[in-house]
């Protein structure tokens, strides 16, 4: 299972973005966003748990972003709006997680990464 990210590129700081992740339909009860930028660890920005029940982001993009996905079409999305030049960094989509305590969760598979740029 590879998951496939698109719709990355560069815009200006307040634009919008889409980014899409193909991955197997299975695997979407327990999927999320990662991102990392330079020098920066890796962080979740939003993840769907339980299928679609409790959904999670961080609180640097609430109310901006959004986690959806598309079982028919084995897409996963992540809706980003008024983007800020902080949210420069590598996404990344990953599928099949599981708890494993404290609030954290674990995830099997990866993708490559898609970058987002935004510029003030």
């Known amino acids: 299972v590879q998951p496939v990210e698109s719709g990355g590129g560069s815009v200006q700081a307040g634009e919008s973005m889409r980014l899409s992740c193909t991955a197997p339909?299975?695997?979407?009860?327990?999927a999320g966003w990662f991102r990392q930028a330079p020098g920066k660890e890796r962080e979740e920005v939003a993840g769907?748990?339980?299928?679609?029940?409790?959904?999670y982001y961080v609180d640097s993009v609430k109310g901006r972003f959004t986690i959806s996905h598309d079982v028919w079409k084995g897409l996963l999305y992540l809706q980003m709006n008024s983007l800020k030049p902080e949210d420069t960094a590598t996404y990344y989509c990953?599928?099949?997680?599981?708890?494993?305590?404290?609030?954290?969760?674990?995830?099997?598979?990866w993708g490559q990464g898609t970058q987002v740029t935004v510029s003030s």
């Open positions: 339909p299975e695997y979407h009860y327990c």
């Open positions: 769907i748990r339980d299928g679609g029940g409790p959904v």
């Open positions: 990953a599928v099949d997680c599981r708890h494993v305590g404290g609030g954290k969760y674990v995830y099997n598979f």
